[in-house]
């Protein structure tokens, strides 16, 4: 016992005894008995990667039962003055080829860290372990070896055997045990559904109280898609999923976006958690998705039941992408250090690899690692920014990624076995999954979901400090155009990535696409196997000429007209970010809920030059829309509530006819024809095409003749729009969420202001952002509050978000590709350009890049050039 070795004294055994429940006497209100509940960090230190396999071992603080590395505890015990602690220690050595015996010779408590999850990838039959454990009492650094029941007081003996007993703390997020933390709902097997006809189709999805077109939940009771609740997942909503529940207490609801052949996301509103439903293929085929045909399909729509495909003439994408035909030459050292794969968790590894090769994100957590450290919590581990700290200093480092020593190269590198372990992010993704049903998950997710909902958590963390995701914020100028008036609207909005359509009309192997369709056809109509796929070759350039070309809006409402109209949308950038995030919109569903990818290649470039999308806002000669709002329409005034007639539309029968001979509804084509304005048959086709998946699209056309009563004749007292606008405001005494409030600032707004904007949008953020661009606050210059964008700027406007413009030419940083037949399946990983080479990071496994697949990326990562 002591600092460097044992007491003296004699007789020993009496004399230890005594002091060692003397020494512990000041010390016993401090240690506890882990309780159900608590978490035992045993593996893993909560500001770095060191474990008890670590050359320092690891120290467990016998009161909070964080673990720490040796040159951590010291923080720790300074800060709380914590001063017992239980240090492990893992010895690890290979088995000498044929013993029987490792080199360690095993003791009876050779391994006393049950569940202790060993940092390395090898077979554990051909290593030893011996592993130690002791009690360590700060600040003289006191030593009493473990067990020592004989000498140590029964609470203590009672805690030590309960620290060295207790599960990983990860235990229910490893993968072979994920799913025992989501439970079956009382209601799965026992849920009544209705037979009320309701089938949802596979996309076109919108909430039936709002216009919200994301986070949307199907009631699994009578088949109503409405949206969640703001940052219930990371996205958008209004709440009107609980509101249903709270009106008719039907209890289940599957996230649209989760279904997959898998399962789905399910969440019960009477248990308030997301649950596990064992009929869910029964519970969605009531509406009409068919999970048991998603379930025959895998990669390219093909039957994963026929083993006589032809064999390929091409390599795989799975081969394409990973470079599985090169022998790659592994590198080691500062940013070259992989992260292992928790599990389906490749998409977590990819994006946070690309953020850390960012300089304002290396400058904003490790540039400042001491600070955030000195200044953490008591609970590190449940801190955003010592976790972001700790990961980027580990990925940064180096340390965790060194190459073979000398005595290994022969052995192993010539075998080519040797690999570094890489990092394994289990108390970072603990942390930014808490609370999300999906990512908390043990399924893959979509990566680029996943980066939102990663910038999405730096902005709410940053405050008033330094935001690093500044860097990917851009102002979108949004132009609507009423077909009908051609008046015009110009809106706002912040963005973080750029979604490119694909138009898969303009590939340049048309012709051989077509040929494939029609053999893959007729191979399923004869039952024999299906051709090799063709991969469709589009231009970049094709990309970007959709990404421009106008588009419907659904559902227009032309404040012109005051009825709902034909309306086309067309986007521009405001202005330009530092880091351009490029999404290539290649997932999709078919018409029987078949989740597909399009089977692409793109020819993205290495230099872009967006200049000429630079918005220009209105024009001379344009005419704006009026600032109203639609009217409030009670559901019971919907039909039959007309206060005056209005005079019959004039419809273009000739284009209505010629429009019905393809085979659409009369009533439809009526509808479409009026909306567009009696503009030809082309422009209301494209109204068609936009409106047939609405339940009202075949229903006669009908104008809101009571809304026509509501147009102010004059700016009178009672102005009907200020009425709706008050009542579906939130009252004055109702503070919004402090949550929204602090993602509004960390945008730059000032506070007083984004308080005023949610108050008057009912607390919702994404009009909360549009009530800020249309309401400029009045101490501010007005040229403040105009949004121009011909200047760049770094700082933030009064009356804007914090924006850092320039040029619109960039060269391309990295990019992350998928492999799979959906987001939900398959696996990721992203190649980064570092010292003027291409780097793969394939899960643990680092190496450089021969052949970059930059045709086959899914997002795209670009770095804005200089102006010189």
């Known amino acids: ?86 240090h492990l220690k893992r010895h690890v050595k290979e088995k000498k080829t044929g013993a029987t015996s490792g080199a360690f010779p095993k003791r009876r408590n050779g391994k006393v860290f049950l569940d202790l999850e060993l940092n390395r990838d090898f077979n554990s039959e051909d290593y030893d372990f011996e592993d130690e454990a002791k009690l360590v009492i700060f600040p003289d650094h006191f030593e009493i070896a473990l067990p020592n029941i004989e000498e140590l007081p029964a609470l203590v003996t009672i805690a030590c055997d309960a620290v060295l007993n207790s599960p990983s703390a990860y235990k229910k997020q490893e993968p072979e045990s994920w799913e025992e933390d989501i439970q079956e709902s009382r209601h799965s097997r026992s849920l009544r559904q209705q037979d009320n006809g309701v089938r949802i189709r596979p996309s076109g999805w919108k909430c039936q109280k709002c216009e919200m077109r994301e986070n949307l939940w199907l009631n699994l009771t009578d088949g109503a898609v409405l949206c969640g609740k703001w940052f219930f997942d990371g996205a958008g909503g209004n709440g009107h999923a609980l509101d249903h529940y709270k009106d008719t207490n039907f209890p289940l609801a599957v996230k649209l976006e989760t279904i997959t052949p898998d399962g789905a996301d399910v969440y019960s509103f009477e248990e308030e958690e997301a649950v596990l439903d064992p009929n869910i293929s029964e519970h969605l085929s009531h509406f009409g998705i068919d999970m048991l045909q998603m379930q025959q399909r895998t990669e390219n729509g093909h039957d994963t039941d026929n083993n006589n495909s032809p064999p390929r003439s091409r390599p795989s994408e799975w081969e394409v992408i990973q470079e599985s035909g090169s022998k790659l030459k592994s590198v080691y050292g500062s940013g070259y250090t992989g992260v292992k794969n928790l599990g389906n968790s490749c998409y977590l590894g990819c994006v946070m690899q690309v953020l850390f090769s960012i300089p304002e994100f290396q400058r904003m957590y490790v540039g400042n690692l001491q600070r955030i450290y000195d200044y953490s919590p008591l609970d590190p581990s449940q801190d955003f920014a010592t976790q972001m700290a700790k990961l980027g200093y580990g990925l940064l480092s180096g340390q965790f990624s060194k190459p073979p020593m000398k005595s290994e190269l022969i ?325 919004p969420p402090e949550e929204s409030v602090a993602i509004l600032t960390s945008m730059g707004f000032p506070r007083s202001h984004t308080i005023q904007a949610l108050r008057a949008t009912n607390n919702n953020l994404e009009r909360a952002l549009d009530w ?44 992350i590709s998928h492999m799979g037949a959906s987001t939900m399946s398959g696996h990721y990983v992203c190649h980064i350009k570092k010292e003027g080479r291409w780097v793969i990071y394939n899960d643990h496994k680092v190496s450089l890049s021969e052949r970059p697949p930059k045709d086959l990326g899914y997002i795209y990562f670009y770095r804005r050039l200089s102006s010189s």
């Open 1 to 86: 016992l002591g600092p460097m070795g044992s007491m003296s004294g004699v007789p020993e055994n009496a004399k230890m005894a005594a002091d060692l429940g003397e020494l512990l006497v000041p010390f016993m209100p401090t240690i506890r008995v882990p309780k159900t509940g608590d978490r035992v960090f045993k593996s893993e230190c909560a500001f770095s990667y060191d474990s008890p396999e670590s050359e320092g071992g690891l120290y467990v603080c016998m009161n909070t039962f964080l673990g720490f590395g040796r040159e951590h505890v010291e923080r720790h015990y300074r800060k709380t003055g914590q001063s017992v602690y239980m």
């Open 411 to 735: 052995e192993q590198v010539m075998k080519e076995e040797y690999k570094q372990k890489g990092l394994s992010p289990k108390m970072f993704k603990a942390l930014v999954s808490k609370g999300h049903p999906e990512f908390s998950s043990s399924r893959q997710q979509d990566a680029q979901e996943f980066l939102q909902h990663v910038i999405t958590l730096v902005e709410r963390n940053s405050g008033g400090s330094e935001n690093p995701s500044d860097v990917f914020r851009f102002l979108t100028e949004e132009r609507v155009q009423c077909c009908q008036t051609r008046r015009v609207r110009y809106n706002q909005r912040v963005d973080y990535v750029m979604q490119l359509p694909v138009p898969i009309e303009a590939a340049t192997n048309r012709e051989e696409l077509l040929a494939y369709e029609a053999k893959r056809r007729e191979a399923e109509e004869n039952q024999r196997a299906p051709p090799e796929p063709v991969r469709a070759r589009v231009p970049f350039t094709a990309c970007l000429q959709a990404f421009t070309e106008p588009d419907n809006v659904p559902d227009f409402w032309s404040s012109a007209l005051q009825a709902k109209s034909a309306g086309v949308k067309t986007s521009r950038f405001s202005s330009f970010p530092e880091y351009l995030i490029l999404q290539i919109k290649k997932f999709t569903f078919g018409v029987d809920w078949i989740p597909k990818k399009l089977d692409l290649s793109i020819d993205v470039p290495d230099f872009l030059d967006l200049n000429r999308f630079r918005a220009t806002g209105l024009q001379t000669g344009e005419e704006e829309l009026p600032n109203l709002s639609p009217p409030i329409v009670l559901p019971e005034d919907t039909r039959g509530t007309s206060l005056m007639n209005t005079l019959p539309p004039e419809i273009d029968e000739a284009a209505v006819m010629q429009l019905a001979e393809m085979g659409f509804p009369l009533e439809a084509c009526r509808k479409a024809v009026y909306y567009t304005g009696n503009m030809g048959p082309e422009m209301a086709f494209n109204w068609i095409i936009a409106h047939m998946e609405e339940p009202d699209f075949a229903e006669p056309l009908s104008l809101p003749s009571s809304t026509i009563e509501l147009l102010p004749s004059s700016a009178s007292e009672t102005d009907p729009f200020a009425a709706a606008a008050a009542a579906t405001a939130t009252p004055l005494d109702n503070s």
């Open 772 to 815: 800020i661009f249309t309401h400029p606050e009045e101490e501010p210059s007005d040229a403040l509050s105009d949004m121009a964008d011909t200047e760049p700027t770094n700082q933030a406007d009064a009356a804007g978000p914090r924006v850092k413009d320039g040029p619109g030419r960039y060269e391309l940083l990295a990019f």
